[in-house]
């Protein structure tokens, strides 16, 4: 096998009723197809339950997952076919992100996103909350208009 994989993004969405143990199968389902395959799993996110921007198979509501893999370029139609039998997926959806990368690069920048992801969170924890914000207009005041030149 060359060294030189392609980096993917999967995103799918699973039933609302579904429970932690079929959601955690599916997880598992994707892991191991990704270990079978030659992949490599960069990260797993689970996005939690999210209301959906449209109605699917009656459902409002949906729990997102996301993986990031680096896999050579049959994987993602491999997942893609077992998330299609799985009645519990609503949707899903796979990107390629980057083509020729390898395994190094790819978790490098992985672990670079991650660290910009920390540094953001701390700058947000350190910053001042303001609940008196005194440029707020309070009840009554009415907003300063701009005067128009009729010249």
Excluded at 62 to 90: K, T
Aim: hydrophobic share 40%; net charge negative.
């Amino acid at each position: 096998m060359s060294d030189k994989l392609r980096r993917y993004e999967l995103v799918y969405i699973v039933q609302p009723e579904a429970t932690d143990d079929e959601r955690a199968k599916i997880e598992e389902r994707v892991s191991h197809i990704c270990e079978k395959m030659s992949a490599h799993v960069l990260k797993k996110e689970d996005w939690g339950k999210r209301k959906l921007a449209y109605e699917i198979k009656k459902s409002n509501k949906g729990y997102y997952m996301y993986f990031v893999f680096a896999a050579p370029s049959a994987v993602p139609a491999e997942i893609e076919r077992n998330l299609r039998q799985l009645d519990a997926v609503l949707r899903y959806l796979t990107i390629c992100l980057d083509k020729d990368i390898s395994l190094e690069a790819a978790k490098a920048e992985i672990a670079a996103e991650e660290e910009a992801r920390a540094a953001a969170r701390a700058r947000m924890a350190q910053m001042p909350k303001d609940d008196d914000d005194d440029d707020a207009l309070t009840e009554g005041d009415e907003p300063l208009a701009e005067e128009e030149d009729d010249a």
